[in-house]
T-cell receptor, first 118, second 114 residues
Framework: GAVVSQHPSRVICKSGTSVKIECRSL??????MFWYRQFPKQSLMLMAT?????????EQGVEKDKFLINHASLTLSTLTVTSAHPEDSSFYIC??????????????FGPGTRLLVL | AQSVTQLGSHVSVSEGALVLLRCNYS??????LFWYVQYPNQGLQLLLK??????LVKGINGFEAEFKKSETSFHLTKPSAHMSDAAEYFC????????????FGKGITLSVRP
């Protein structure tokens, strides 16, 4: 149980294009999802918290217009990297909480999406 | 503000040897503590967590960790390392409250020598 998927697992795009990454909770409803960014050999940095039906809360220094987050349903959150540039290349990981399990503090992570912008 | 310190970036042990990965935290309120493992090009998998109660926490794959409030530590141990334990390990802290966030340490790479 508590499985989170991401799609695509890997994407290569040209500079200036937009890329959408999907995060789905497969066997539970996630009212809250999180988006992280991880650079090689580094830790995870929280980008934003996504709550179903409301606007995402972005961490300081994260460009809202650059990284668009939509959480339109209880099982799907999307991250769109708009006008991607090479410096946006990174590993993007989402996570979700499963409130029904009673362990609200636990986040379940997706497998990640590797973005390479040429 | 909360923070996590994982000293060192790489630990190497022999197969069958004790694994000890250190984690110290800073938190102004009672913390929730986690250890996650990440295999190459994959997401994070929860190994174990401490919220309240027993300070010695057992997790998956034979790992355990002990919460020591006086030392503000939550070190991860495993009595006997397997080759399959080679991965990146992250300690993380959060606190009570539905809107709390996870703060991660920088991670430690564990290598296991045959």
């Amino acid at each position: 149980g508590a499985v989170v998927s991401q799609h695509p697992s890997r994407v290569i795009c040209k500079s200036g294009t937009s890329v959408k990454i999907e995060c789905r909770s497969l066997d539970f409803q996630a009212t809250t999802m999180f988006w992280y960014r991880q650079f090689p050999k580094q830790s995870l940095m929280l980008m934003a918290t996504s709550n179903e039906g409301s606007k995402a809360t972005y961490e300081q220094g994260v460009e809202k217009d650059k990284f668009l987050i939509n959480h339109a349903s209880l099982t799907l959150s999307t991250l769109t990297v708009t006008s991607a540039h090479p410096e946006d290349s990174s590993f993007y990981i989402c996570s979700a909480r499963d409130p029904q399990r009673g362990a609200w503090e636990t986040q379940y992570f997706g497998p990640g999406t590797r973005l390479l912008v040429l | 503000a909360q923070s996590v310190t994982q000293l060192g970036s790489h630990v190497s042990v022999s197969e069958g040897a004790l694994v000890l990965l250190r984690c110290n935290y800073s938190s102004s309120v009672p913390p929730y503590l986690f250890w996650y493992v990440q295999y190459p090009n994959q997401g994070l998998q929860l190994l174990l967590k401490y919220t309240t109660g027993a300070t010695l926490v057992k997790g998956i794959n034979g790992f355990e960790a002990e919460f020591k409030k006086s030392e503000t530590s939550f070190h991860l141990t495993k009595p006997s390392a397997h080759m399959s334990d080679a991965a990146e390990y992250f300690c993380a802290v959060s606190f009570t409250g539905a809107n709390s966030k996870l703060t991660f340490g920088k991670g430690i790479t564990l290598s296991v020598r045959p």
